[in-house]
């Protein structure tokens, strides 16, 4: 069973506005959040992160956003650039020591000129 | 600078034949870990090791195997390839606990 969804396998925004990509999670335990970047034909790079004593987490134009009642997270990038076009990931990973994360399906962002 | 590599970057195998993917890093990492991304799926794990000589199953292990020699190498195999395996593959290090992981460029694997 998933425990990382990523419901919306697409997204389309124009140049300049804000992209929001969300992310949905089933286990409580998890304890930190990553977003990965992925482009044809490379591997997924590190994007952002957030650990859950925080609600929010800031690095530039994109801003990650935690929501644990919900057992939700956002992806906010403002303002959206072609370059940002790409698929992108969230992961959960829990506090066992040991550092296996689990993804979501990912979803693509296509900025539009 | 260091890095992680996969090799070959494509392969294409026939059913019943044994594959070994290749991963090596020079970040120096304890943690490394194999993926599979499939249409709808996502990233999967398939193995990870957390030091010479430990190996773990991880959700979608059936059928393939790992070894860890070394710190730098964890190379994948499959055992007797099947056409459900035809997928990208990617391996991936880390060096802290809960923290990211480094992914490699992939490696697309066709079964025929």
């Known amino acids: 069973d998933q425990q990382v969804k990523q419901n919306s396998p697409s997204l389309s925004v124009q140049e300049g506005r804000i992209s929001i990509l969300n992310c949905d999670y089933t286990?409580?335990?998890?304890?930190?959040f990553l977003w990965y970047k992925k482009y044809p034909a490379e591997g997924p790079t590190f994007l952002i992160s957030?650990?859950?004593?925080?609600d929010k987490n800031e690095d530039g134009r994109f801003t990650v956003f935690l929501n644990k009642s919900a057992k939700h997270l956002s992806l906010h990038i403002v303002p959206s650039q072609p370059g940002d076009s790409a698929v992108y990931f969230c992961?959960?990973?829990?506090?066992?020591?040991?550092?296996?994360?689990?993804f979501g399906t990912g979803t693509r962002l296509t900025v539009i000129p | 600078d260091a890095e992680i590599t996969q090799s070959p970057r494509h392969k294409i195998t026939e059913t019943g034949r044994q594959v070994t993917l290749a991963c090596h890093q020079t970040?120096?990492?304890?943690?490394m870990f194999w993926y599979r991304q499939d249409l709808g799926h996502g990233l999967r794990l398939i193995h990870y090791?957390?030091?010479?000589?430990?190996?773990n199953k991880g959700e979608v292990s059936d059928g393939y195997s790992v070894s860890r020699s070394n710190t730098e190498d964890l190379p994948l195999t499959l055992e007797s390839a099947a056409s459900s395996q035809t997928s990208v593959y990617f391996c991936?290090?880390?060096?802290?606990?809960?923290?990211?992981?480094?992914f490699g460029p992939g490696t697309r694997l066709t079964v025929t």
């Open positions: 970040w120096n990492h304890n943690n």
């Open positions: 957030i650990s859950s004593i925080k």
């Open positions: 991936a290090s880390s060096g802290t606990s809960g923290g990211e992981q480094y």
């Open positions: 992961a959960a990973s829990v506090p066992t020591g040991a550092n296996n994360l689990f």
């Open positions: 286990n409580s335990m998890f304890d930190y």
């Open positions: 090791s957390y030091g010479v000589q430990d190996t």
